[in-house]
């Protein structure tokens, strides 16, 4: 069955690129700066997109004759990323008749980010302990959809309110009221409880969400917001002068003194 992978430039190893073309699949995956490949023919601009502007040129992904040609969108970014990178490129194997500035837009670098960073920091998705691969495995796909049900709750937050609030809070906190409304939850609410609602379809469970999601004080979950170390409470930094009596004295400085 053909699918679609999107991921990181962590993921951009040529035995797996080459791997997912083989099995008839496809891939958007950022570029390693480890990967230099071959570049092929003119690059050709491509217009703009949300983030910058968008240019694609072939390269092989080795110098080998035989190796993968893959389609390289690059994105001179309007902004540079928290790196301080300026530009951005991407790999895939999907045909010229998808739009590279779709390619360009389907790739958003801090949601796959900011994913992998819930599934470790949030969820725990990745034990250092769970020395097994198949229950590493189990582990880390539970957190997936851990995940998954976050993207549910923010989509209602964002359904039911402003942009900006929705923004502020923090995944950290949401995974920390979860993880502590939950047992309470099943113990009190039953299976038969959520099959009266939830037996109704999609959409009424949907409306259920939205109803709930309405009542919730986003004030509660709100990031962190911290200022500059020298500048935080107002205070400038001030460097410490040295004190002479607090300062530290030369064991041998004090022997030869006590010697004169």
Same mark, same amino acid.
């Given at each position: ?22 099995? &008839? ?5 950022? /570029? ?16 703009? $997109? ?19 040609? #893959? ?9 540079? @990323?928290? !790196? &301080?990178?300026? #530009?951005?490129?991407?790999? @895939? ?8 500035? +779709? ?22 998705? !990745? ?18 959809? $851990?995940?998954?049900?976050? /993207? ?10 402003? /942009? !900006?609030?929705?923004?502020?809070? $923090?995944?950290?906190?949401?995974? %920390? ?17 959520? !099959? ?28 962190? /917001?911290? %200022? ?5 409470? +107002? ?26």
């Amino acid at each position: 069955m053909s699918q679609q992978i999107i991921a990181d430039r962590h993921y951009c190893i040529v035995a797996f690129l080459n791997e997912i073309a083989i099995k &008839g699949s496809s891939f958007i995956i950022r /570029q390693h700066v480890r990967l230099h490949g071959k570049l092929i023919g003119d690059r050709k601009k491509l217009g703009t $997109s949300n983030t910058g502007v968008v240019y694609e040129q072939q390269m092989r992904l080795s110098s080998d004759e035989d190796a993968l040609v #893959v389609r390289g969108i690059t994105i001179e970014l309007y902004e540079p @990323t928290q !790196e &301080g990178e300026a #530009v951005m490129h991407i790999l @895939t194997n999907l045909p010229p008749r998808v739009c590279g500035k +779709g390619i360009a837009e389907q790739y958003d670098r801090w949601e796959v980010e900011t994913g992998f960073y819930y599934v470790r920091m949030c969820f725990n998705g !990745e034990l250092a302990s769970m020395g097994h691969p198949h229950a590493a495995l189990f582990i880390y796909s539970l957190t997936v959809i $851990s995940y998954n049900i976050l /993207q549910v709750i923010l989509a209602a937050l964002f359904a039911t309110h402003e /942009q !900006e609030e929705v923004n502020s809070i $923090s995944g950290l906190y949401i995974s %920390k009221e979860i993880a502590n409304v939950i047992p309470g939850m099943l113990i009190a609410l039953d299976d038969e409880y959520w !099959e009266q609602r939830l037996s109704d379809g999609t959409s009424k469970a949907a409306s259920l969400l939205k109803q709930i999601a309405k009542e919730i004080d986003l004030s509660r979950y709100r990031k962190s /917001q911290r %200022k500059p170390k020298d500048k935080r409470n +107002g205070k400038q930094k001030v460097k410490k002068k040295p004190n002479a009596r607090h300062s530290h004295a030369s064991t041998a400085k004090l022997l030869r003194l006590t010697e004169s």
